[in-house]
């Protein structure tokens, strides 16, 4: 099975900063990653797909970058509706697994 | 508009069963792969089984495997989860997924006695 790992675990960042998290996977993945964000009580919501490839109607804000192994999801000028939790999932190969998550708080 | 529609959730005791349930619409069902998601409270995302267009192909996280089984009727467009042999473990919300760019609401399954 392919481990996905993200960091930081958590993350506490100011209004109007840049974040940055990462997703690594066990194996070469090559670009089948996708990035999800989740509010409490809410079903994920697709941000990009294909490592890099925004999702209709998402703010170009997000971006997605990488491809094999490492892949990053940056966050430009946070905005309070952008504090969520965040993961990464690959389905490159069965099992799909997800990462465990990064939960993005205001600080 | 794509509508994923979960039912079937509910309280069950530890080696009971569950059917679940998903309806869907807005889209053609039968040209699409699609997949169940759950979460434990307070935990993250687990991918759980999916199932190719014309249900010939079908995918478990090994956790499952045995226990629960993937279906779907083209003709009604729906998805299922026969959940088999329950255990604490399984207690989650289940989301139906399409594609990963469409999701349900999710039904809350807990195994309790």
């Known amino acids: 099975d392919i481990q996905m790992t993200q960091s930081p675990s958590s993350l506490s960042a100011f209004v109007g900063d840049r974040v940055t998290i990462t997703c690594r996977a066990s194996q070469g993945i090559s670009n089948y990653l996708i990035w999800f964000q989740q509010k409490p009580g809410r079903a994920p919501k697709p941000l990009i797909s294909g490592a890099s490839s925004l999702e209709s109607g998402v703010p170009s804000k997000f971006s997605g970058s990488g491809s094999g192994t490492d892949f990053t999801l940056t966050i430009s000028s946070l905005q309070p509706e952008d504090f969520a939790t965040y993961y990464c999932?690959?389905?490159?190969?069965?099992?799909?697994?997800f990462g465990q998550g990064t939960r993005l708080e205001i600080k | 508009e794509v509508q994923l529609v979960e039912s079937g959730g509910g309280l069950v005791q530890p080696g009971g069963s569950l059917r679940l349930s998903c309806a869907a619409s807005g889209f053609t069902f039968s040209s699409h792969w699609m997949t169940w998601v759950r979460q434990a409270p307070g935990k993250g995302l687990e991918w759980v089984a999916n199932?190719?267009?014309?249900?010939?192909?079908?995918y478990y996280v090994d956790s499952v495997k045995g226990r629960f089984t993937v279906s779907r009727d083209n003709a009604k467009n729906s998805l299922y989860l026969q959940m088999n042999s329950l255990r604490g473990e399984d207690t989650a919300v289940y989301y139906c997924?399409?594609?990963?760019?469409?999701w349900g609401q999710g039904t809350l399954v807990t195994v309790s006695s």
């Open positions: 997924v399409r594609s990963y760019s469409y």
């Open positions: 999932q690959q389905y490159y190969s069965h099992p799909i697994t």
């Open positions: 199932i190719k267009e014309d249900g010939s192909e079908k």
